[in-house]
């Protein structure tokens, strides 16, 4: 398991186990986890939390990893809060090499930069595309659609994102 010098916090919700680490610690805490019977990376994902009134949050963004002991069927989510513009956190590609491709879609999706990484480019945006669609303050509208009567509607961002 993870030293408890690296955890902020160890819960359960709704029956699922979780552990919060500081970014800093990310790494190591992961590869103590791996060393321990965690190894399988079930997926590598992101919360904006910019619009989330319901509590206070240790960040904007919650860096989430699913992971699973395939000897125990044993699951647990390990978060972690950062912060800035834009936000980093350390790659696990070395120790979970299909977070390779987990790490590029999140900094896609979310900007959130992967230290460390070895190809941190966007892989489902094209290239020249500005912004993070996955984001709560990426502006919303759409595209004219010549046949659609609602074309004015689709046009129009709302009030609040």
């Not at 290239?127 to 609602?150: I, Q």
Request: proline share 7%; charged share 30%; with cysteine.
């Amino acid at each position: 398991m993870i030293p408890e010098t690296l955890t902020v916090e160890r819960g359960v919700t709704a029956g699922d186990a979780w552990v919060t680490v500081a970014p800093a610690n990310i790494h190591a805490a992961l590869s103590a986890l791996k060393d321990s019977g965690f190894r399988l990376l079930v997926f590598l994902t992101c919360v904006d939390h910019l619009a989330d009134a319901s509590r206070e949050w240790a960040g904007r963004y919650e860096v989430v990893y699913q992971l699973r002991d395939m000897e125990t069927r044993e699951q647990l989510r390990v978060r972690a809060y950062v912060d800035g513009d834009p936000p980093h956190i350390d790659s696990v590609h070395d120790l979970f090499p299909p977070a390779n491709w987990d790490e590029r879609e999140t900094y896609d999706m979310f900007g959130i930069v992967f230290d460390n990484h070895p190809d941190l480019t966007r892989i489902l945006m094209p290239d020249d595309w500005l912004g993070h669609p996955l984001r709560r303050d990426y502006p919303v509208g759409g595209e004219v659609v010549e046949f659609s009567e609602e074309h004015e509607r689709w046009q129009t961002a709302p009030d609040k994102a």
